[in-house]
């Protein structure tokens, strides 16, 4: 594990000065002393009132498509959950910075993010086995064939590959802004970090241009709930882990970020690889393997 100890500081005194070295050991961090490794939780009513949001959107959802009048239910939950997260997300930051987290209690939470992963992995399983189950077996209310009659798909070579190129690049960019944080060097981190943050939002705004352009909708069959379900949620998860990072950058920007405890920014940048694996798939059997380009 890469230390920075008193020696190393005065050998390097130049290099401080500039910037170039800004994560520190955890060790200068704030330790609690307890009988036990672990953190345990004083109560709270985040997971009663997040459980109570999901309802309220569930909730909204249902009236917003049938129309009965409780739309405002919707608004109401995801403006509650979003809160509940952020305000999820900063205990779980003022925790670590309180010296609350271990090595014992980094193992749990970075077990939990695998297990998160994991479910996330299923969830996506749903949507390709639909696809699958519809293409590979194409019915004959949607003539026999995959495509449907009468659907254009998008040419792969387009927005699809651009996008494609955007996330693989930030997933360079995000792994290498790692190996950096682990060897001291602050200032390639922060402009690594900055370009992945960047590389996450272009794509989102190009994958709203598609939406805009697209010659079918939702509402086209199986081709198009399907299409759309998939990288619709693909897109929602880009949204998601770009928020990751900007928390991890706020944290990098506060000199939170330690060159031996940095888990809130190695979990961001676990499900960011998650997000890229996921648009491979998206992209080969979607666009290029449902279009007939292979």
């Given amino acids: 594990m890469f230390i920075i100890n008193k020696n190393y500081i005065k050998q390097n005194?130049?290099?401080?000065?500039?910037?170039?070295?800004?994560?520190?050991?955890?060790?200068?961090?704030?330790?609690?002393?307890?009988?036990?490794?672990?953190?345990?939780?004083?109560?709270?009513?985040?997971?009663?009132?997040?459980?109570?949001?999901?309802?309220?959107?569930?909730?909204?959802?249902?009236?917003?498509?049938?129309?009965?009048?409780?739309?405002?239910?919707?608004?109401?939950?995801?403006?509650?959950?979003?809160?509940?997260?952020?305000?999820?997300?900063?205990?779980?930051?003022?925790?670590?910075?309180?010296?609350?987290?271990?090595?014992?209690?980094?193992?749990?939470?970075?077990?939990?993010?695998?297990?998160?992963?994991?479910?996330?992995?299923?969830?996506?399983v749903s949507f390709f086995w639909a696809f699958f189950h519809a293409s590979l077996a194409p019915s004959a209310f949607i003539g026999g064939v995959w495509p449907p009659v009468g659907i254009k798909c998008f040419s792969p070579l387009s927005i699809p590959l651009l996008n494609t190129l955007i996330l693989l690049t930030s997933g360079v960019t995000i792994t290498r802004c790692h190996i950096l944080i682990m060897t001291g060097n602050w200032r390639l981190s922060n402009c690594l970090m900055d370009t992945t943050i960047i590389l996450g939002i272009l794509f989102l705004l190009l994958q709203y241009s598609e939406y805009v352009v697209a010659p079918f909708s939702i509402s086209d069959g199986i081709y198009g709930s399907v299409f759309?379900?998939?990288?619709?949620?693909?897109?929602?998860?880009?949204?998601?882990?770009?928020?990751?990072?900007?928390?991890?950058?706020?944290?990098?920007?506060?000199?939170?970020?330690y060159i031996d405890d940095h888990t809130s920014f190695e979990v961001s940048s676990w499900y960011w690889h998650f997000v890229?694996?996921?648009?491979?798939?998206?992209?080969?059997?979607?666009?290029?393997?449902?279009?007939?380009y292979v």
């Fill in 13 to 124: 005194k130049k290099m401080f000065k500039l910037g170039e070295i800004r994560f520190f050991s955890s060790s200068n961090k704030k330790k609690i002393r307890k009988a036990h490794p672990f953190h345990i939780l004083p109560t709270s009513p985040l997971p009663f009132i997040t459980a109570w949001s999901v309802f309220c959107m569930a909730i909204g959802a249902v009236s917003t498509f049938h129309n009965w009048g409780f739309n405002w239910a919707l608004k109401l939950g995801v403006f509650t959950l979003v809160t509940c997260l952020f305000k999820w997300a900063f205990n779980i930051f003022h925790e670590a910075d309180s010296g609350y987290h271990t090595e014992a209690v980094q193992r749990g939470l970075k077990f939990g993010f695998i297990l998160f992963i994991a479910s996330e992995v299923m969830f996506f």
């Fill in 228 to 257: 759309f379900l998939l990288t619709g949620f693909h897109g929602f998860h880009v949204f998601v882990g770009t928020i990751f990072l900007i928390l991890s950058k706020l944290r990098m920007y506060f000199k939170k970020i």
């Fill in 276 to 292: 890229d694996v996921v648009w491979i798939f998206v992209y080969f059997f979607v666009y290029i393997w449902a279009g007939r």
